[in-house]
């Protein structure tokens, strides 16, 4: 039986006092949304992870970065924040390879799997994100490009490393545009992640993996997305700035999760 997980992704938004008062409403909500059923973690930007985390001090709720350098060491990486520096923060998790950073900041399959093993290495919790553009689906490429973005960031990590791996599959073309895969659609995309990480990992590794969906998840599609096999929680980002709108969301991957 797999913990489901719900992460909300800022993005670039927020503002100290704006967040003070997400974060508290997502405290005094959290027990009520399933925390602890289900695994909550909140991604803001880097530069508020310190407020953040003091605000979550006591809760259920776990923090997360959005990204990370690739490289290990400190060094002379002007701009960059290593998943030491994260771990150090107060972060447990960090996404790896999301959509928009590997379409906006030419973040290559490499790229991704070098800050994968950095995040590792640091005692982080990697949330590897993957999907496909409308051009790749249209094109029947889908397979082929979501298996290799699978393949390339996690087939060489032994089973105790790949444990700890989270994969999001959020298809390009429902991030943020209100589109979302179907169900069956999602379903079946999940199943396919499973059955490569059970080609390269065994049965066992890929049967324990957590596969969150990502794309346009809201309130009001969340329990039809979740209640499939495969789908282990959501990545969300819009509907995660708002409060309400984001534990209800947790409540329905809880509420299933006591279904069974
Ligand atoms: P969205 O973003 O929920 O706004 O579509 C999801 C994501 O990019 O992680």
């Given at each position: 039986m797999r913990k489901a997980l719900v992460a909300a992704n800022w993005k670039m938004n927020g503002r100290r006092s704006a967040n003070e008062q997400l974060i508290s409403a997502l405290v005094s909500g959290a027990e009520q949304a399933g925390a602890g059923v289900v695994d909550i973690v909140v991604c803001p930007p880097a530069v508020y992870l310190a407020d953040v985390r003091q605000r979550l001090a006591g809760s259920l709720i776990e923090l997360g970065a959005q990204n990370v350098s690739s490289e290990k060491a400190d060094g002379a990486y002007t701009g960059e924040c290593s998943a030491q520096m994260f771990q150090d923060a107060g972060c447990s998790w960090v996404l790896i390879g999301h959509s928009e950073r590997r379409a906006r900041y030419g973040e290559t399959e490499e790229v991704v799997a070098a800050k994968l093993l950095a995040a590792l290495d640091a005692g982080l919790n990697p949330v590897l994100c993957v999907g496909e553009t409308l051009e790749q689906r249209q094109a029947g490429k889908l397979v082929e490009v979501v298996s290799s973005q699978v393949v390339s960031a996690l087939s060489t990590l032994s089973v105790d490393a790949l444990s700890k791996v989270v994969v999001a599959y959020e298809p390009v073309w429902a991030i943020g545009t209100g589109l979302t895969a179907s169900p069956d659609q999602a379903q079946e995309v999940h199943a396919m992640i499973r059955a490569v990480v059970a080609e390269f990992a065994g049965k066992d590794s890929a049967q324990k993996m957590r596969i969150l969906y990502g794309g346009s998840v809201n309130a009001t599609n969340a329990e039809s997305i979740f209640a499939q096999p495969d789908i282990d929680g959501g990545l969300v980002g819009?509907?995660?700035?708002?409060a309400e709108e984001f534990l209800a969301i947790c409540r329905a991957s809880a509420d299933l999760a006591a279904v069974g």
């Open positions: 819009g509907a995660s700035l708002k």
